[in-house]
Every structure is written in C-alpha cells, then in structure tokens.
C-alpha cells in the first residue's frame, strides 16, 4: 500500500493542496470567496437593469445620453463579474495521463483527459499584458497548434505551479531546469 503524502501552501486568495495516494497524484488550487466581490457583482447588475429600465419605463425614445449610460452599465457589471470557481484540479495518473478539473460553487465541474502520449512538455509561460504580469502552467500537446493552460480560469502564483509543473516533468519524462532557476 502507497504511504499517503499531504501538503498545504497558503497564498492571498489562492490555497495550495497536494496528495498522493495509491499511484495518483492531485494537486489542487483553492480560490477563496469573496463576500465583496459578490455583493459588487450584484450590484453591478442592479445598476444595469436600472439603467436599462429607466428609458424604457419613462416612455421615452433612446438618447445618445441613454446610450452612455447603458454602455457605461455594461462595462461596470463586466468589470464586476464575479468567477465562481472553488477549484482548479490536476489530477495525475501515470499510467493513463492527466485529468484537468474545475469545480465551481454552484457544484458544476468541467473535466478534459489528457492522454499521456500527447503530452510533449509542460511550460510555466509568463504572461505579460499593459495592466499586469502573471504566471501560467501549460502544457504542450502533440498535433495541437495552441498550448492548453492547466489552471485556466485561476492565475495562481509561480511558487503553487512550481510544484504541479515539476510533477507534470517527472510524468512525461522531460528536463527539469536547473534548481537555481525556478527555485
């Protein structure tokens, strides 16, 4: 019988969880709840649909100024949706492959197998934009054009996919880099 290992790393709203028991590997990303961002988004829509039923309950025809208002009520319930995923899962089989999982609040959960043949290489890409700068985990798939993310609607932090990223290296046989570098 395997010996059952567990470990838990903390980090801002993300929490970091990993176990092995009995041949598979799991390593999964907690993101936490925040009360404020759902009672932003609620408002957000509230103020949508007051915006949006204001013209049209006063009887009046659209305005350019109705027009702002509506497209400026749209980009702040954007700007407030709330992403209710609980966790990303990486669930690691050596025999078979990877399973990719998000579980979301609403009890939800999307699944993708990757089988073990197809995996060529896993990548920790960093990820720059004008506003910010983040780490991903990726895995490179024979006869795919496009990498395809492990943790695709979290941005956890380079010290949680360190450890995924170096579990994912040992199953597909690939080069560590050198400690120095990821460490």
Known sequence: MDQEQKREVPC????????????VDVHEIFVKKSR??????????LFLLVNISQPL???????????WNITF?????KCLQYKPVKKESVVIMPAFGVQLEIHFWSGRVDR???P????????????????????SLALLL??????????QKSRPPVKMLVPVWKALCTLTNS?????????
């Open 36 to 45: 404020l961002r759902v009672v932003l988004w609620y408002v957000g829509i």
């Open 142 to 151: 024979r006869d795919e054009e496009e990498l395809l993310l492990v943790f």
């Open 57 to 67: 309950l006063a009887k009046e025809g659209l305005s350019i100024g109705s027009v």
């Open 112 to 114: 993708r197998f990757v």
């Open 116 to 135: 073990i043949g197809k995996i060529l290489k896993p990548l920790i890409n960093e990820c720059v934009t004008p506003v910010t700068c983040y780490w």
């Open 73 to 77: 009520a749209i980009l702040v319930a």
């Open 175 to 183: 080069e560590h880099l050198s400690p120095s570098r990821v460490d």
């Open 12 to 23: 801002g709203i993300y929490t970091y969880k990993h176990h092995c028991s009995m041949g």
